[in-house]
């Protein structure tokens, strides 16, 4: 729950902020805006925020249902996890027994960083309320106290005739000893207390400063100060929320300055010096400041109205300077606001997906010189997934207890980490908006917040997410579940844009090509070529057994491999067979593509090989020690990372297999390397330890 709430707090401050950037560069740069038009751009930055709160709402999700899982789809789903995480040997499920999935409970025992800057801000809010409602009584237990008075005793002359055509129905009015000026109080019943000495004042006074309060009346500025007030109670930690809330109760001081001297018709000098006799030491004080804060001006923006009204011409402005006021924000604000927690895509990092990029070529663009280890971390379970990299170098990744950590690159300590409620299998990706998306097989796919770990939203499939999620250039994440479906979802929000129903579930991670194509292989033996703007199949390949990940290379061409021993190419515009090889067992990976355009493919006959791309020649073949379920990570001189069962790390040489150098990584490894922006290769390992390799 905490960091679901501080998700929708980052999200609506860095919206809100720079929304009210936009607006504050308005009004100083359109000195002349009307302030009325001042007063809604205001109302606006403070209304962001609230809208903020609003885009990304989590989904709630319960714990998912017992499954049953047929007898035909049970051997399936304990070889996938074998092939995942080799752990210990699966149990038999005979065909009529039911298979019951565990859940964990997603919440951690102790608060954690997020709980507590959770705690932080509840304080600080029932602060706020806390002098919010006391301010509350105090103005009862002031109108409990006040006389009433006779309306026509101060609701009298131009200005109460303009408001009172309007309202029909004319406020009370009531008197109160030591009361500075007068005040209106009450967003429903709205009352106009005025001092019980008004009397000393001059007529004219007593009509501007009471064509002032109805003023107020008519523009509802009672009910935006509450609105005002709650979201300063709800951001009381952004100091921009407080600029707001003083520049709106300002601007609309001095809108309301405007009105009352168009309803008195007073000149500006005049309506100054009515607003002057309120001040009056002898009266014993503002004692409004203190029981109604918020609603009665400073002496401060007194004297900013006095100044207005002495070098401001007021008067209604160009109709166009007012749309144009309103409108800029919304164009400049609104909708790039909403794009900066959209989409731009993948981060700008050296590894930010399972295979670096969207078309899976799984290049980097270092190299690491020496095979030497420069730290370790002890993670609380197995680590089956690619470890992927943010922007500030941050490595994230997930383990077969259900935890997603992110680590700090340089030292490997944590920075933070996430419960969910089951296996991690699923790689990160790494959006450029400061998310980070990934799927567990609680059956979710999870966006948090890259820097702090908190929850933004969640969407929940109808079954396990091994699928690792692809980012679109707009922001879309693409993922499948063991549901059967592939989503489309809204990178900001997690709303589902669209869902394609295959003939099996997915685990594979979908290729995107430039034109909009997706590429993604399935348990029902196809690869599928889907539109990702509308989900619409373009084309289908159907192979011998199960497709796992396919990469893209920069002529159109598509390589893949699956369970049926083979490694495939296929003509990406048209799915048409190009080539396939036979390999000594099945392809767990997917293949990766040299600076050259070899293919690098591996298998569970222990090796990793090198192809051709255009006749699937082998051009060589590296033996290892074990099973291989990683795909290569290939570096930009075309060295060839891969883990192996064999507890090794090779770095083979791409164009003759030779093996360069190996590391003892301690344990099996069914991780898929990653390569740092240095050259460092970031690997996971079977006894949940991550690995840094210079």
Not at 44 to 60: E, N, Y
Request: net charge neutral; hydrophobic share 40%.
């Amino acid at each position: 729950m905490e960091s679901s709430l501080l998700g929708h707090l980052e999200a609506a401050t860095i919206q809100g902020s720079l929304f009210l950037g936009v607006v504050w560069l308005l009004c100083r740069s359109l000195g002349r805006m009307p302030a009325t038009a001042k007063c809604w751009l205001w109302r606006l930055a403070i209304l962001r925020f609230l809208f903020g709160l609003g885009v990304a709402v989590a989904i709630p999700v319960g714990p998912l249902p017992t499954q049953q899982i047929s007898p035909a789809i049970a051997p399936v789903l304990i070889k996938l996890a074998a092939s995942k995480f080799h752990q210990q040997p699966p149990r038999v499920i005979h065909p009529t027994e039911t298979l019951q999935v565990e859940h964990r409970n997603s919440s951690a025992p102790a608060l954690g960083f997020s709980g507590w800057l959770s705690l932080l801000w509840a304080i600080g809010t029932a602060a706020i309320v806390g002098r919010a409602f006391s301010a509350y009584r105090r103005v009862r237990q002031m109108m409990r106290r006040a006389a009433d008075l006779d309306s026509s005793e101060i609701l009298a002359g131009p200005a109460a005739f303009q408001l009172l055509s309007n309202l029909g129905t004319p406020p009370r009015t009531k008197a109160l000893p030591y009361l500075g000026s007068p005040v209106l109080v009450g967003m429903f019943r709205p009352t106009i207390v005025v001092p019980s000495d008004f009397r000393q004042t001059s007529p004219a006074g007593v009509a501007s400063a009471v064509a002032h309060e109805l003023a107020h009346l008519q523009r509802r500025d009672v009910a935006w100060t509450f609105v005002a007030e709650f979201v300063k109670a709800v951001f009381w930690f952004n100091p921009l929320v407080w600029v707001a809330c003083r520049q709106q109760r300002l601007q609309a001081e001095i809108a309301a300055d405007l009105l009352a001297r168009k309803w008195t018709r007073v000149s500006p000098r005049e309506y100054a010096s009515h607003l002057l006799e309120w001040i009056d030491p002898a009266r014993g004080g503002r004692i409004q400041a203190a029981v109604v804060p918020g609603l009665v001006p400073s002496t401060h923006e007194l004297v900013t109205r006095l100044h207005e009204m002495s070098v401001t011409r007021y008067g209604r402005g160009p109709t166009t300077l007012l749309i144009a006021s309103l409108a800029a924000p919304l164009g400049l604000g609104l909708v790039p606001l909403s794009l900066v927690m959209r989409n731009s895509g993948l981060a700008n990092s050296p590894w930010p997906a399972i295979h670096c990029e969207t078309s899976n070529v799984g290049q980097g663009d270092a190299s690491a010189a020496t095979g030497l280890k420069a730290w370790e971390f002890q993670a609380d379970g197995s680590i089956g997934a690619t470890p992927i990299i943010g922007s500030d170098g941050t490595i994230y990744f997930g383990t077969a207890q259900g935890t997603f950590y992110a680590l700090d690159p340089n030292r490997g300590v944590k920075r933070w980490s996430f419960r969910t409620g089951g296996l991690i299998a699923s790689a990160g990706a790494v959006g450029a908006n400061g998310l980070v998306y990934f799927g567990s097989e609680d059956g979710n796919v999870y966006a948090l917040s890259a820097s702090t770990g908190a929850l933004r939203w969640k969407f929940a499939t109808a079954k396990l997410v091994y699928s690792s999620p692809t980012i679109g250039p707009d922001g879309t994440v693409y993922v499948g579940s063991w549901d059967g479906n592939l989503y489309a979802l809204d990178g900001a929000t997690g709303a589902k844009k669209w869902s394609f129903q295959a003939a099996g579930p997915f685990t594979s991670s979908a290729a995107l090509g430039p034109d909009g194509t997706l590429y993604v292989g399935n348990h029902g033996n196809r690869l599928y070529a889907i539109n990702s703007r509308t989900g619409a199949q373009k084309w289908s390949y159907v192979s011998g057994d199960d497709v796992n990940d396919a990469c893209l290379s920069t002529s159109g061409n598509l390589y893949a491999g699956g369970w049926d021993d083979r490694l495939f190419s296929l003509d990406a515009a048209t799915g048409a067979l190009r080539w396939s090889v036979r390999m000594g067992s099945a392809v767990n990976s997917c293949p990766s593509l040299g600076p050259d355009g070899t293919v690098f493919a591996t298998s569970d006959d222990y090796r990793v090989y090198g192809f051709d791309p255009e006749t699937g020649d082998r051009k060589w073949e590296f033996v290892t020690g074990g099973e291989i379920a990683a795909s290569p990570a290939v570096g930009a001189d075309e060295t060839v990372y891969i883990s192996s069962s064999d507890q090794q790390l090779y770095a083979l040489d791409g164009l003759t297999g030779r093996n360069k150098w190996s590391v003892d990584l301690g344990s099996a490894s069914n991780s898929s390397p990653s390569i740092g922006a240095d050259g460092t290769i970031y690997v996971g390992t079977d006894n949940g330890e991550l690995i840094a390799i210079k």
